[in-house]
Structure formats: C-alpha cells, structure tokens
C-alpha cells in the first residue's frame, strides 16, 4: 500500500491546485451536474432530508444568450460585459440545479425574475440560496466559484490527503 502511495502521489495534485481548477475551469454538462449534486447531497445529508434525484436539470443563472434583458442594461445591477459573458458563463458558480422548475421556463429571463422562479425551488437548496441574492454579476460568479470549489475539496478528499494528515500529526509528537 505504501508503495502504491508513493506512485500516486507522483500523479496527484495538492488541494488548493484542485480547488483552484474547480474555481476557474469549464467542465462538461455531466462534470458539472456530478459535482452539484454531491455538493447539494453533502449538504442536505447534514439536515437528513431527502437526496438529489437524477432528474435535475443544469440552469445557467446569467443566461447562455442575453438579449434585452437587464443582462446587457449598463444601469443594472446584473449587468455583465459581452467578455465577462464568455469567461464566466460555464464557470460553475454561475451554475445550478434545476428539479421543480424547467430550463425552459427561465430561459433567458433577468436575474430578477429567475430569482422569484429560484424561491419556488422546494428541492434544491442550493438552488434555493440563490433567491437571497439582490443582483448576479462577475463578482457574485466569483463568489459562488470560490464557495462550490472549496465543498467539492472537503467532499472528495482521498487516502493520500489522510496521509499528509498522518505525517503531520506524526512529526508533531
């Protein structure tokens, strides 16, 4: 084991590199869905409700085409540049999971309103959290980014992180 150890930790990443890339990379439809629905499964867990089902659907909050919205009002709030557009867009604080509501329904509707349509959201806390918010925009995405990939460090911990543990606690007696 200790050898098969030492192996792995030649491939492997430190946590603040693998927290760093969930914060700032674009994954795929089913990554991203996979990655929401433990983080929303750990947190739900805590309050023993009910998990996250497979039939959740994936939302953009700021929405993957803006048109006269108050996405592209420069006097709004949610207000959102067309680069900041294309660089935040799949980053996963700017996504979520849908299961009451249809992506259909909010489609390309402003913050405002996709908010209201958030409150209803019984199922997904996540979700949910995002009615409390008074605007969307790069900051609130960062924000959301930094949070989401600090859970999904926590969540998928591995043996060679409890190593570390070990050797610290180790050298400290």
């Keep these: ?3 098969i150890k030492t192996e792995l930790k030649k491939i492997d990443i430190s946590d603040p590199v693998f927290q760093k890339s969930i914060e700032l990379d674009e994954f795929g ?3 991203v869905k996979y990655l929401l629905k433990n983080i929303e499964n750990k947190s739900k867990s805590k ?9 959740t659907t994936l939302e953009h909050i700021m929405p993957q085409t803006i048109q006269n919205t108050d996405w592209d009002d420069k006097t709004s709030k949610s207000f959102v540049t067309t680069n900041d557009h294309r660089k935040y867009l799949d980053r996963i604080g700017n996504l979520t999971l849908l299961h009451k509501i249809t992506n259909s329904e909010l489609q390309n ?3 405002e ?3 209201s349509k958030y409150r209803t959201e019984t199922d997904i806390d996540m979700t949910k959290k995002l009615a409390d918010a008074t605007f969307w925009n790069v900051k609130e995405i960062e ?5 989401l990939s600090g859970d999904v460090v926590d969540i998928w911990s591995t043996i060679l992180d409890d190593d570390v543990t070990s050797q610290t606690s180790d050298n400290s007696v």
């Design 143 to 147: 924000k959301r980014s930094e949070n």
């Design 109 to 111: 509707l402003s913050f």
């Design 29 to 31: 439809t089913n990554v």
């Design 1 to 3: 084991l200790s050898e």
């Design 113 to 115: 309103l996709k908010r």
């Design 47 to 55: 309050l023993n409700s009910k998990r996250v089902v497979n039939t």
